[in-house]
């Protein structure tokens, strides 16, 4: 076990000079000051699940999945058995928990983790599966690529579709009425499952097309809504139900003027440059979104920005996270991970966070010709979004996290390790119980 010392970045100010807030050596409301490094991996790790509470699993591009016992950071499990990248995976809770991995070979696995074995396999499909969909209440799972799979638990072919799409399909989420929502460049195809005796069939009932760049991300909001981000920084919150457009965002950060722009004569305003959404997130009232390399939140209720942040890592955000309505999590390319307290703004008289006014123009791409009920409010953020925490011990990129019970918190990254963060001062307690725990027993109290 490793102890995480605060200060790993130097500070020069509040604000460094690429515009990054940086955080100091105090930082009384991270908990996560113990760490501990899992190695097993020798490829980039692009996958974490988490199996139960007290097991997680892992995947990337070496082809193997580990699984770990997040309390004690023991290596429980090595399931071997493809040759190539994981593409995707997924927990399988219809009777005995499996885990469903999908590889760059062109195969499908299902596993056991409390044994490691593979119990089935199904081998040359036609093209890798990007990803994976569970669908419990149907005993049933959806692999999603070059083609639309449904799958029963036991890994039988139910109904296959065919996308006839250069990119495929690149996320699916679960809808009300026994439906799915799929990424596909540039639309979100609605399909219907139907169950009729054991056989499952799939059909598709429409097709969204009001993005204007490829989709990169769809969320579950709750059970009304659902959001999809694009390449260009669209944002939009659909209706589950009837799949109207609740609210449209095109979010674009303005481009730092040289001495020479400045000094001429501005007729068009400040330049703005689109940001491609990597990673969306909900907690069911707000969404949070991976831009750039900044973090934004929006509010469902209100159809308006809460808080942002353009430069909130050194580098772009590749996964987000929603802890609650307050608290929100991402990590970067640039290798760490970061804490933030969405909070109240400052009074009238009282200083702004530094760097927090003026980083994104919130409006409609020139080129979108959306209906007015597409059309939301430019006004101002209400809320302010602090660094509380900076988490450094990756020398990669960190590829994605999972927060652990206990206060817990699981990374991994291209550094081919994961870490393993916990509460230091809880940490210490338990070692404390457990040592008198041990001289009771020993007589020794």
């Not at 990374?411 to 001289?439: M, V």
Request: hydrophobic fraction near 40%.
């Amino acid at each position: 076990m490793l102890r995480w010392f605060f200060g790993g970045r130097e500070t020069q100010s509040s604000v460094e000079k690429s515009g990054v807030l940086c955080i100091g050596e105090e930082q009384p409301k991270n908990c996560f000051t113990e760490l501990q490094v899992l190695k097993g991996h020798f490829d980039i790790v692009r996958f974490l699940v988490q199996i139960d509470d007290f097991r997680c699993a892992s995947a990337g591009d070496d082809g193997l999945v580990l699984v770990w016992n997040v309390e004690t950071g023991e290596r429980v499990q090595e399931l071997r058995g493809h040759s190539q990248q994981i593409t995707a995976m997924a927990v399988l809770r219809c009777g005995d928990v499996r885990l469903i991995t999908a590889s760059s070979d062109r195969s499908l696995s299902l596993w056991d983790p409390d044994t490691g074995n593979r119990l089935q396999t199904v081998l040359d499909l036609q093209s890798s599966v990007k990803c994976i969909l569970v669908l419990e209440w149907l005993s049933a799972w959806i692999s999603g690529g070059q083609e639309l799979c449904v799958w029963s638990k036991d890994f039988r072919l139910e109904c296959l579709k065919e996308r006839h799409s250069d990119t495929g399909i690149s996320s699916l989420i679960k809808l009300p009425k026994n439906c799915v929502a799929a990424a596909v460049d540039k639309t979100v195809v609605i399909y219907k499952l139907t169950a009729s005796g054991n056989a499952l069939s799939i059909v598709e009932i429409c097709c969204l097309a009001d993005h204007q760049d490829q989709i990169r991300a769809l969320v579950n909001v709750n059970d009304a809504m659902f959001a999809s981000g694009s390449h260009a920084g669209e944002l939009i919150v659909w209706d589950a139900l009837d799949y109207n457009v609740l609210a449209y965002q095109h979010i674009l950060w303005e481009e730092p003027q040289t001495h020479a722009a400045q000094s001429n004569i501005q007729t068009g305003g400040p330049k703005t440059s689109e940001m491609s959404i990597q990673h969306l997130a909900s907690n069911g009232n707000l969404v949070a979104a991976a831009v750039g390399s900044g973090v934004y939140v929006f509010s469902v209720a209100t159809k308006a920005a809460v808080a942002y942040r353009k430069c909130a890592h050194d580098s772009d955000v590749l996964h987000i996270a929603l802890l609650s309505d307050s608290e929100l999590m991402s990590c970067s390319e640039d290798g760490s991970v970061r804490m933030w307290e969405i909070g109240e703004l400052p009074l009238a008289g009282e200083p702004a966070s530094p760097g927090f006014f003026g980083m994104w123009t919130l409006g409609r791409s020139s080129r979108q010709a959306c209906p007015t009920s597409k059309q939301t409010s430019d006004a101002a953020p209400n809320k302010t979004l602090e660094l509380t925490g900076d988490l450094i011990g990756h020398s990669g990129a960190v590829q994605m996290f999972v927060a652990l019970p206990e206060n817990g918190l699981l990374t991994c990254s291209a550094d081919h390790q994961l870490i393993l963060w916990k509460n230091g001062e809880k940490q210490s307690c338990l070692r404390s119980l457990a040592l008198f725990r041990k001289l009771e027993e020993n007589g020794g109290l």
